[in-house]
């Protein structure tokens, strides 16, 4: 049987625990889950690419025996190439609202236009995790509010770390 290689891509500005819902999630679909940090995601991430993964590689931890089946890789360009160039044949993506379905959606198709050997499987965020998104994440960090409950203290720290010095400018 061919091993199923799966990529999870994202920034992960910061990595949050509806991420880790969604890794865990994908084990049970996936042999081999590959963490796509991306470079060029559009966005304007507060951490750069190499703290952003650390940061993923560190919240893999938790996952006890099954992070040996997952890789942290860094990437840049189309994700199609990305996934083509690992093996990979599954793109996982995670859904928190109606909102995300349809760009999602569009994602989906695209892809599959760019590549017909990869499909895009839907993991909805589960009822506890459905509300946190790393950009609300930041903005409360920002604020000074209390983000131990959407992220790990590792993260909680970096994020405390960046906005404090931020604030020392």
Known sequence: MTERIGIYPGTFDPITIGHMDIIRR???????????V????????????DVRSELVEDDL??????????????????????ASDNGATLLIRGLRAVSDYEYEFQMACMNNKLDPNIETVFLTASENTHFIS??????????????????????ARHLTAYYEAQAEQ
């Open 38 to 49: 991306a470079l060029d995601s559009g966005k304007q991430p507060i951490f750069d690419l």
């Open 61 to 82: 931890d938790n996952l006890g025996p099954d992070a040996s089946r997952v890789i942290v890789k860094p990437f840049s360009g189309l994700l199609v190439n990305f």
């Open 134 to 155: 790393s950009r609300f994440v930041k903005q409360i960090a920002r604020l000074g509010g209390d983000v131990s409950s959407m992220v790990s203290l590792n993260v």
């Open 26 to 36: 994908a084990l049970r679909v996936v042999d081999k889950l590959i963490i796509g």
